[in-house]
């Protein structure tokens, strides 16, 4: 998962808006959004490689995502898969902060990544960079593949286009969608320096990527109802084709 929209308790009739696009290289075997067999309150796509998650919700109102860390240091070669992280916390009974608090001690283990958690009552961000876990106040959040709103020409430009249509009481879904599928390519100048070269920087620089043998795997719109109900829509993106499938599911808590 690379880049995330996330409004916490600013919409009259939501309590959780979630946009995001998950990227990834299009060789890596993916099983689309559905119930796992083996976690039945457990709602996300699965990666088949690693056997977890990029983003999911359960049954019981809990919600995690993910984000690579990207910017400087080498990768860790066996490091534990990350996507484990979001699905551990899905089908756990820990609050929030106490899940984040217990990963701060194995954090360097792990290649960096963001990793958000919540439930009913609170949203948290930790990242493997950021310092202590924290709790999230009631606002407009976005991250991508460094810290949790570093302002990336794509973070601002697409924060600004949710923001927009979070202002409307009636939630458009296509918009969403559409602004998912964003393929501006950020000028030079405004581009961020993570140590990849700056051929790799502009192709990354578009919230809907396509990149070689790289790019939006997965777009994905959560709404969590004040009343806790669940909606989770998601489109697989098929590579070097306009073409995509959609699942949708929505369940009460």
């Given at each position: 998962m690379c880049l995330l929209f996330l409004a916490w308790r600013r919409h009259p009739d939501y309590r959780l808006v979630v946009a995001a696009n998950r990227d990834e290289y299009y060789a890596r075997p993916t099983a689309p959004a559905d119930y796992w067999e083996d976690a039945p309150g457990l709602l996300a796509g699965r990666?088949?490689?690693?056997?977890?998650?990029?983003?999911g919700v359960s049954r019981g109102g809990r919600f995690a995502a993910l984000t690579n860390y990207r910017r400087g240091g080498g990768r860790i070669e066996n490091a534990p898969t990350r996507g484990r992280l979001v699905s551990d916390f899905l089908v756990s009974q820990a609050t929030p902060g106490d899940y984040l608090q217990s990963l701060v001690a194995s954090a360097a283990a792990y290649n960096g990544y963001n990793l958000l958690v919540g439930d009913r009552d609170c949203l948290w961000w930790f990242s493997t960079h950021g310092g202590a876990p924290r709790i999230l106040d009631s606002?407009?959040?976005?991250v991508s593949n460094?810290?949790?709103?570093?302002?990336?020409?794509?973070?601002?430009?697409?924060?600004?286009?949710?923001?927009?249509?979070?202002?409307?009481?009636?939630?458009?879904?296509?918009?969403?969608?559409?602004?998912?599928?964003?393929?501006?390519i950020a000028e030079d100048d405004a581009l961020p320096d993570?140590?990849?070269?700056?051929?790799?920087?502009?192709?990354?620089?578009?919230?809907?990527?396509?990149?070689?043998?790289?790019?939006?795997?997965?777009?994905?719109?959560?709404?969590?109802?004040?009343?806790?109900?669940?909606?989770?829509?998601?489109?697989?993106?098929?590579?070097?084709?306009?073409?995509?499938?959609?699942?949708?599911?929505?369940?009460?808590?």
């Amino acid at each position: 998962m690379c880049l995330l929209f996330l409004a916490w308790r600013r919409h009259p009739d939501y309590r959780l808006v979630v946009a995001a696009n998950r990227d990834e290289y299009y060789a890596r075997p993916t099983a689309p959004a559905d119930y796992w067999e083996d976690a039945p309150g457990l709602l996300a796509g699965r990666d088949l490689e690693g056997g977890g998650t990029w983003l999911g919700v359960s049954r019981g109102g809990r919600f995690a995502a993910l984000t690579n860390y990207r910017r400087g240091g080498g990768r860790i070669e066996n490091a534990p898969t990350r996507g484990r992280l979001v699905s551990d916390f899905l089908v756990s009974q820990a609050t929030p902060g106490d899940y984040l608090q217990s990963l701060v001690a194995s954090a360097a283990a792990y290649n960096g990544y963001n990793l958000l958690v919540g439930d009913r009552d609170c949203l948290w961000w930790f990242s493997t960079h950021g310092g202590a876990p924290r709790i999230l106040d009631s606002g407009i959040y976005a991250v991508s593949n460094d810290l949790l709103d570093t302002p990336w020409p794509k973070v601002l430009r697409g924060k600004q286009g949710f923001e927009a249509l979070l202002a409307a009481r009636h939630i458009d879904k296509p918009a969403m969608f559409d602004l998912l599928m964003d393929r501006h390519i950020a000028e030079d100048d405004a581009l961020p320096d993570t140590g990849i070269g700056l051929a790799q920087e502009r192709v990354l620089s578009s919230i809907f990527i396509t990149a070689g043998d790289y790019g939006t795997r997965s777009s994905t719109l959560v709404l969590v109802g004040a009343d806790g109900d669940v909606e989770f829509h998601e489109r697989t993106h098929e590579p070097g084709t306009a073409a995509t499938s959609a699942v949708t599911y929505a369940f009460p808590v």
